[in-house]
């Protein structure tokens, strides 16, 4: 498969910023309309506005929940992903509850994830990890109650951590998950050939603000290919 031919139907455009304009983000969907990225990742109060702004195409309209930490009550994260749910999005990013996660509340964890996710079934469901602050005993423990929640995907990280993704975690995951989930790769993504390195590590999706930077290097590799045969 060449990657190069449809690198912008893995990325989710992403711009998470807490100072995000409403500029900002109409300037995100034009960049998504223009390179036809699969979707676009705003917080959830600019679903509405992007829901509007994106009626005339298919791109995919993605939201955050319990963003950045995670640590919210279950009735908080409820009442945000049916919100986001009406409001018009299509999938859900929900940040797990890392806290309870370290402190081995397994079963808080899981319960809370599944619960989420059966209010808001007919969307397509993200869990971000946080990977940076896991071991990998932890990293594979994730992996397991990813799966048993029902989740679609399993995210690295929220682009707020100290790190992002890792080549070495994308394996990891692909490698736990026998293609029972999906695995979206966040966080650091900036270059064409890290997205590259990723998807060719087993990342289903790509989210990253950098969009952009990584097709305009494609693009100007391509042209460099072409300007060589001439």
Not at 114 to 119: E, F, L, S
Request: proline share 2%; glycine share 4%; aromatic share 10%.
């Amino acid at each position: 498969m060449d990657l190069s031919l449809n690198i912008a139907k893995y990325i989710d455009h992403t711009n998470l910023k807490p100072f995000a304009s409403k500029d900002d983000i109409k300037k995100l969907c034009n960049e998504a309309i223009k390179y036809n990225f699969y979707g676009v990742c705003v917080n959830p109060y600019y679903v509405p506005f992007v829901k509007e702004y994106l009626k005339e195409s298919d791109i995919k309209i993605i939201t955050v929940i319990g963003f950045p930490l995670g640590a919210n009550k279950l009735k908080t994260k409820l009442i945000e992903a049916k919100n986001a749910q009406n409001d018009g999005a299509d999938e859900l990013d929900i940040v797990w509850n890392l806290s309870a996660f370290k402190s081995k509340e397994y079963n808080y964890v899981l319960d809370e994830l599944k619960t989420v996710i059966d209010y808001t079934k007919e969307l397509i469901h993200k869990v971000i990890v946080e990977t940076a602050y896991l071991t990998k005993e932890e990293k594979i423990k994730a992996v397991e109650i990813v799966i048993e929640s029902g989740a679609d995907f399993i995210k690295t990280s929220t682009g707020f951590a100290k790190e992002g993704a890792k080549i070495e975690d994308i394996k990891l995951f692909k490698k736990l998950a026998k293609d029972k989930i999906k695995i979206k790769a966040s966080g650091g993504i900036r270059t064409y050939q890290d997205a590259i390195a990723f998807i060719k590590a087993g990342a289903d999706r790509i989210g990253t603000s950098s969009s952009v930077n990584i097709i305009s290097q494609l693009n100007s590799q391509d042209a460099d290919k072409t300007q060589d045969k001439r």
